[in-house]
């Protein structure tokens, strides 16, 4: 999703496969949209990458970020997107007209991907299934007739636009690797928290 909306898996020892926006079926995500609903699916693998389950939800009111990384499915369930984490303390970006805690700057941020997506497309390893928090790699379908008709996944969004970073092990490297490039556009652009020299000296 581009700049211009804005405007407008730590359980398992397995490594987490390489679930690039260019490796979902973007079609097969764009048919599951239902008029008046935001249409959730978690597909659940296993540790081939064999999709085993899936679960499905329907919206008319859209789902609601609860947290800078996780956003409520029900009653019981929360996803939440794993490897990513927001800015320390305070964060200014006078660009975007934010000033507060880095928290609900990247709160705020998944919010307005959590709006307007006709569909959210979700997947975790089956061993999350039953965890009231599940750790989830996740897409959006977008479509704006005449102007946009686009699925993005929300990691890279939020990442690109500077809202979350990565989080690392204790080595230094990253819990994500494959997202280091989304990453660095934020820092590149001196988008979201990459606008405040605070943040980057953390």
Not at 53 to 72: E, I, L
Not at 114 to 132: D, G, M, T
Not at 168 to 188: F, I
Not at 189 to 199: I, L
Request: charged content about 20%.
């Amino acid at each position: 999703m581009k700049r211009t909306i804005l405007a407008a898996f730590a359980g398992c020892v397995i490594a987490t496969p390489a679930w690039s926006v260019d490796n979902v079926n973007k079609d097969y995500i764009k048919s599951l949209a239902a008029p008046g609903k935001t249409v959730l699916v978690v597909e659940y693998y296993d540790g081939s990458g064999k999709a085993v389950d899936r679960k499905g939800y329907a919206s008319a009111s859209g789902y609601v970020a609860v947290s800078p990384t996780d956003f409520r499915v029900d009653g019981k369930t929360n996803l939440h997107l794993y490897g990513l984490q927001p800015c320390q303390g305070e964060v200014v970006n006078r660009k975007e007209g934010f000033a507060g805690t880095c928290a609900d700057f990247a709160q705020q941020q998944l919010q307005i991907m959590l709006k307007s997506p006709k569909v959210i497309f979700c997947r975790a390893f089956v061993s999350e299934q039953s965890s009231p928090t599940q750790n989830a790699t996740c897409y959006g379908y977008y479509n704006y007739p005449g102007s946009l008709d686009s699925v993005d996944m929300f990691e890279e969004q939020l990442l690109s636009l500077g809202a979350l970073r990565l989080t690392k092990k204790p080595d230094g490297s990253y819990d994500r690797p494959d997202l280091a490039q989304a990453e660095d556009v934020g820092k590149a652009g001196s988008y979201g928290m990459w606008a405040d020299p605070r943040v980057k000296a953390q």
